[in-house]
């Protein structure tokens, strides 16, 4: 069968009036620097990458080296093509204008340059999240940060690359959510599903249960009854993974079904949850309702959520639709 390209797609979604040629641009600029990254991810001991760079970022993390070059790849990827404003990143406090040397364009785009980085050195799959939207109406030169907080209905576009025993990049526009392989013999991302489709129902989660002691009543209950299994309320078993690298376990799910949680625990109440709204659940909550599932707080739609911080936290269930809408009918009815 003919392969078709991300630029042959980008293209043909474009006659078909899905995105633009500004739009279709970023997305390959973007996909391009995923490409360095992941060559730089895979040299391993070999690139001199690994390890800590010795920095903090604003999340105040300590930041691999690689969170560091994959934030650099991406802003200067990104710099010259006259199709974005700014940038805004985990691993950066304030957004990045588009430097003066070059013209401004119409979108925004947000990035965990290296989600999962914690498990780069121990060689399991990391990723890269991305989400774009379009800048206000009349905005000014600079984009200032309140720009960026929308709301993630209004993106136009998200994706991730999850640099695993193969480089997948998952994008959509919108309509759908589509699945391109990199040919990395001739460095090109190759269309292998189109319309990705998330089973309704599942029979495995992802959570980290370490947390267990400090969840709310609801989740307690929720995972309770998943763990009491065919004797229990849920009247069948089921099965867990939890890769600690979100991109790897988001794309489990949307290859062959489950549930991921990160709910709101006592021990990060204050910060709102683990997992950043605007360029961690809003991309992928994104990704997941186009391939017809669900992405929630537990008590409401993560892409409804009207952001008030660039690096704002938010706790997240999202995956099969009937498993999402079960544990938010658990944070419904249980009092907490
Ligand atoms: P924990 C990685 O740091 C991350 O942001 C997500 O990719 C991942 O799902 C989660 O945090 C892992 O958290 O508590 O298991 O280390």
Redesign the pocket.
């Known amino acids: 069968m003919k392969s078709i390209t991300l630029t042959q797609f980008l293209t043909e979604e474009r006659r078909a009036g899905h995105g633009n040629t500004d739009l279709n641009q970023l997305l390959e600029v973007v996909a391009r620097a995923c490409k360095r990254i992941g060559v730089a991810t895979g040299k391993g001991a070999l690139g001199g990458v690994l390890g800590e760079a010795g920095s903090e970022n604003i999340q105040g993390?300590a930041q691999k080296k690689m969170d560091v070059l994959s934030n650099e790849i991406l802003l200067d990827a990104n710099a010259w093509g006259g199709h974005l404003a700014a940038c805004a990143s985990e691993e950066m406090e304030d957004p990045q204008q588009i430097p003066d040397a070059y013209p401004k364009g119409g979108y925004l785009l947000l990035f965990?340059p290296l989600?999962?980085?914690?498990?780069i050195d121990v060689n399991v799959s990391?990723?890269t999240i991305f989400s774009v939207l379009k800048r206000p109406e009349n905005s000014g030169d600079d984009a200032a940060t309140s720009e960026f907080l929308q709301a993630g209905r209004e993106q136009v576009a998200a994706g991730y690359v999850v640099y695993g025993p193969s480089t997948v990049l998952v994008l959509t526009i919108g309509h759908g959510s589509h699945v391109f392989t990199l040919d990395r013999e001739v460095g090109s991302f190759i269309l292998t599903q189109r319309d990705a489709k998330i089973p309704q129902e599942t029979s495995e989660f992802?959570v980290?249960m370490?947390?267990q002691r400090h969840w709310e009543p609801p989740m307690q209950r929720y995972v309770g009854d998943l763990l009491a299994g065919e004797q229990g309320p849920r009247g069948r078993d089921f099965n867990m993974r939890?890769?600690?690298?979100?991109?790897?376990?988001v794309h489990r799910i949307l290859t062959r079904g489950g549930i991921?949680s990160?709910p709101i625990d006592a021990s990060i109440r204050e910060q709102g949850g683990?997992?950043?709204l605007m360029y961690?659940a809003n991309p992928m909550a994104f990704i997941v309702e186009q391939a017809g599932g669900a992405a929630s707080t537990g008590r409401g739609r993560i892409m409804d959520i009207q952001p008030d911080a660039l690096h704002q936290r938010v706790p997240v269930f999202l995956g099969s639709r009937e498993e999402v809408e079960t544990a938010e009918r658990y944070h419904r009815e249980t009092p907490h």
């Not at 989600?115 to 498990?119: A, C, K, L, T």
């Not at 939890?242 to 376990?249: K, N, Y």
């Open positions: 993390e965990d989600d999962g980085s914690s498990n990391v990723g992802a980290n370490s947390n939890w890769v600690a690298s979100m991109v790897a376990d991921f990160y683990k997992l950043r961690e």
